[in-house]
């Protein structure tokens, strides 16, 4: 399974560059997984409806770029369906076993995802109805991917 996580801007922490390398250790033996930056817009506070949806319109296009047409979109969004790790588990092994083997999580930034990414994603799925910092959610993702694994080879996970 090729794994990709493409993410609107640059992470520039060093304590949760740590946490991403960490898991993206521990994936290697499940998955290929790569992390995709692609460069986010300016975002000023108090921007109006047009610029806000020109932020997200550029920022899609970038994303968009960097997905293939024979890739199962994921996409992380607050309104996006809510799932146990046992269910994400089921979902990634499903479509591990019905060809979908290229799949990409799209991360979105400040301002969200654009309606060209939201339709071409297959699955929105959210963590939370809370807000997370779109580089600490890097983290999270890899992390539940991981867990995903390892429920699938049933193998230990701390609950």
């Given at each position: ?39 986010d817009e300016k975002a000023p506070e ?5 610029e806000v949806q020109n932020v997200k ?41 019905y060809g979908k083997s290229n799949i ?56």
């Amino acid at each position: 399974m090729k794994i990709a996580v493409i993410a609107v801007g640059k992470l520039k922490e060093k304590y949760l560059k740590q946490g991403i390398d960490e898991y993206l250790k521990r994936l290697g033996s499940y998955a290929k997984v790569q992390i995709v930056e692609v460069v986010d817009e300016k975002a000023p506070e108090n921007m109006s409806d047009a610029e806000v949806q020109n932020v997200k319109r550029k920022e899609g296009e970038r994303i968009l770029s960097n997905i293939s047409q024979d890739t199962y979109v994921i996409t992380l969004e607050i309104n996006g369906k809510m799932l146990t790790s046992e269910t994400f588990a089921t979902k990634l092994d499903e479509l591990a076993t019905y060809g979908k083997s290229n799949i990409a999580f799209v991360i979105g930034g400040s301002v969200g995802i654009s309606e060209d990414v939201q339709q071409r994603s297959d699955l929105a799925l959210s963590f939370s109805k809370m807000t997370f910092p779109h580089q600490m959610m890097r983290m999270i993702l890899l992390e539940q991917v991981y867990r995903a694994f390892r429920i699938m080879r049933g193998e230990p996970y701390h609950k």
